[in-house]
């Protein structure tokens, strides 16, 4: 074993090939479906969304796909990240488990994000694109994509979701300081904006309806392309960077990960880190437990049915196979907004639904509670959303503490926390509560699932 504090690899680490899970699945993901058909659609069915070498790796059964050289360049500003030890958690724990963490917050968005938006950029770039239109939640994917379009030369609009856009008044500077223009959503310069607003002036929007406009700006603006930070095929398997190099740093420390933890928006951190060990469970190699952590007030996996319904809130996105609390759902503004998304990845979903990994919900206060340990024992001040990832892990560590099992613990950390000091000041000050599960709400969103026949 490695007593080391970091474990870190040199430029020529970075992973030559993105891990593709559609490969090793043991049963292929159900079909994706049309919103204006229902039934499934095909790769010209998204052509004007996407350029299609990123439709391609959505419907790609190659197990490698190379990672081209422009990405690789741009990964090598921050990548690999370091793999830290938590010896100072594990101290204030006083737990025998050997805790892990996967720092994403170095790059220069501080988040794992630039991990796939470096390479949409890319791919756009290559097939000609000069616009492209995006939604934000917590403004971690628009600061991504802003800065992935500055390295490539496209002209980026971000629909950033309203609470987050008032709440977060930085990360929009962040944007504009890389050379986009963001605008809070829903806005007047969509019809679905229009719309909403014109019934409901004061709606705090979703990640749902930041899409919709979005995606309406996309079709009628011509030269622009649309592109989608989670929940995507090609957008987790980007993610795969970090579990790559996680293998290899858990090599060098001399453990195998017995529990692997990550927070789910869209899954798409969590499905990067975990999806290079699913391959390890699926080949029954090594069966570590791998969780995914939710909000509370946003329980998508843990209470939501696995249906067909669509990625956004107007139906005009695909439909997809997914654990879903229903489109229409507007989940309660938690901090966590990355975390406010009504489905979950495809991947994530099928692989909960084949056992091959777990969920769990954690409550707005505890994830809190537990980012305020973690900074005051590693220093670190991270996103409210991996506070989720941290929470389970922490929870993980106090029972090998009463059984006096001396687990690895391996947490993806996606992202630090420096944006989101208003919430932090809120729960330091008292002042930060919980939001119950809006199960009357669910219900409703639930009832106006598009109905398909499989
Ligand atoms: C966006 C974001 C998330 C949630 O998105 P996933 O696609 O589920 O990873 C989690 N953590 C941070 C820091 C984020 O910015």
Not at 66 to 78: A, G, H, N, Q, S
Not at 284 to 303: G, H, L, M, Y
Not at 422 to 450: C, F, H, I, R
Request: hydrophobic residues 35%.
């Amino acid at each position: 074993m490695d007593n080391r504090t970091k474990f870190t690899l040199e430029e020529k680490d970075i992973p030559q090939a993105w891990y593709n899970i559609q490969a090793d699945l043991p049963s292929p993901l159900p079909p994706v479906m049309s919103p204006q058909t229902g039934k499934p659609a095909g790769p010209a069915d998204f052509a004007p969304l996407f350029p299609m070498s990123l439709i391609m790796q959505e419907v790609s059964q190659e197990r490698y796909i190379e990672i081209p050289e422009p990405v690789r360049d741009v990964y090598k500003l921050w990548r690999p990240t370091t793999l830290f030890r938590a010896y100072r958690l594990e101290k204030m724990l006083q737990t025998p488990a050997r805790i892990y963490y996967k720092f994403e917050g170095s790059s220069p968005a501080g988040s794992h994000k630039p991990n796939t938006a470096v390479a949409q950029a890319y791919y756009n770039k290559a097939e000609g694109t000069k616009r492209i239109a995006t939604e934000t939640g917590a403004g971690q994917w628009g600061s991504a994509l802003s800065m992935a379009c500055m390295f490539f030369g496209i002209e980026l609009k971000v629909y950033m979701v309203k609470v987050s856009y008032n709440q977060k008044p930085y990360r929009r500077i962040m944007m504009e300081t890389w050379g986009a223009k963001c605008v809070p959503s829903p806005s007047p310069d969509t019809k679905i904006g229009r719309d909403i607003l014109a019934k409901d002036p004061d709606n705090n929007g979703s990640l749902g309806l930041a899409i919709s406009e979005a995606v309406e700006d996309t079709v009628t603006t011509p030269n622009t392309k649309y592109s989608l930070g989670s929940v995507l095929n090609h957008v987790l398997m980007h993610q795969t960077v970090i579990g790559l190099e996680s293998k290899k740093q858990m090599e060098m420390a001399g453990f195998y990960p017995d529990i692997i933890i990550g927070c789910i928006g869209g899954g798409s951190n969590f499905g990067g880190m975990a999806m290079p060990f699913v391959k390890d469970k699926i080949e029954k190699k090594n069966n570590p437990q791998i969780i995914a952590v939710e909000p509370a007030s946003c329980p998508t996996v843990t209470k939501g049915p696995y249906a067909y319904d669509y990625g956004d809130e107007a139906g005009v996105a695909p439909i997809v196979k997914m654990y879903t609390l229903g489109h229409s759902f507007m989940p309660p503004p938690v901090h966590a907004g990355g975390l406010r998304y009504h489905g979950m990845s495809p991947i994530i979903s099928h692989l909960v639904k084949l056992g091959l990994i777990e969920a769990r919900a954690v409550p707005q206060l505890a994830t809190f509670e537990a980012g305020v340990m973690f900074a005051r024992s590693e220093g670190f001040v991270s996103a409210p959303e991996t506070n989720h990832a941290i929470r389970v892990a922490i929870d993980e560590a106090i029972k090998c503490r009463e059984s006096g099992q001396a687990k690895s613990i391996l947490i993806a950390h996606s992202g630090h926390g420096h944006f989101d000091m208003a919430a932090y000041e809120q729960y330091l000050s008292g002042k930060l509560t919980d939001y119950e599960y809006p199960e009357d709400k669910v219900k409703e969103a639930l009832a106006s699932l598009p109905k398909i026949s499989e």
